[in-house]
């Protein structure tokens, strides 16, 4: 498997970023599709509305949101399967539009994907 990175979807894309994913619900504010630069939104891995308004990304939350989260991908075995088969052929970058860089749900789906065997 190769890596799984999380990476602000505001930053700049990099050489490295490989399969660029956009795990948000919600498209980016003020960014166009050419900005964002992703190879796909999977908007099915991304926190359900009412876990995500929830969260509201209070670091105290944090891993009851984790646990909610990991439940929630659970159903989601089609995308999250998707997201195992791109780490199997490259490096895959998770994009996240949260400013939080610790506390997002990217993060909580790379450590997801990672204990399924990424």
Do not use: C
Not at 34 to 53: G, H
Not at 107 to 112: G, H
């Amino acid at each position: 498997m190769h890596e799984i990175r999380a990476k602000r979807v505001y930053e700049e894309p990099g050489p490295g970023d490989g399969y660029r994913v956009l795990v948000d619900r919600v498209w980016p504010r003020g960014l166009s599709k050419e900005n964002v630069k992703a190879d796909e939104w999977l908007k099915d891995v991304a926190p359900s509305n009412e876990l995500r308004k929830w969260f509201g990304h209070d670091p105290d939350k944090w891993q009851e949101f984790k646990k909610r989260y990991r439940a929630e991908l659970k159903v989601q075995e089609e995308a999250v399967q998707s997201l195992l088969d791109a780490a199997g052929k490259s490096v895959v970058t998770l994009l996240y539009s949260a400013k939080d860089e610790e506390h997002n749900q990217a993060v909580a789906l790379k450590e997801y994907l990672q204990a399924q065997g990424a």
